[in-house]
């Protein structure tokens, strides 16, 4: 889920660049809805990459404590 979410973010800016570039001088009117959508997408994506993080550190700490038991 991580790679996902990052690879939506990549895609986000990449659509933001060529975006501005190209679409401006092409239709004024449409730079601003697009930029919009594309806010939105990255603003959930980023939000679901640090909850996916936390989890997968929550989960590795969970699985860390329980070797330190099977130790002793």
């Given at each position: 889920?991580?790679?996902f979410f990052?690879?939506?973010?990549?895609?986000?800016?990449?659509l933001?660049?060529?975006?501005?570039?190209?679409?401006i001088?092409?239709?004024?009117k449409?730079?601003?809805?697009?930029?919009?959508?594309?806010?939105?997408?990255?603003?959930?994506?980023?939000?679901?990459?640090?909850?996916t993080?936390?989890?997968?550190?929550?989960?590795d700490?969970?699985?860390?404590?329980?070797?330190?038991?099977?130790?002793?």
């Open positions: 889920m991580v790679k990052s690879w939506i973010l990549v895609f986000c800016f990449v933001y660049l060529v975006g501005t570039i190209i679409l001088p092409i239709n004024e449409i730079i601003g809805p697009f930029l919009f959508v594309l806010f939105i997408i990255a603003l959930i994506s980023s939000i679901c990459l640090l909850i993080v936390i989890r997968e550190r929550i989960k700490r969970k699985e860390e404590n329980k070797d330190d038991f099977s130790k002793y």
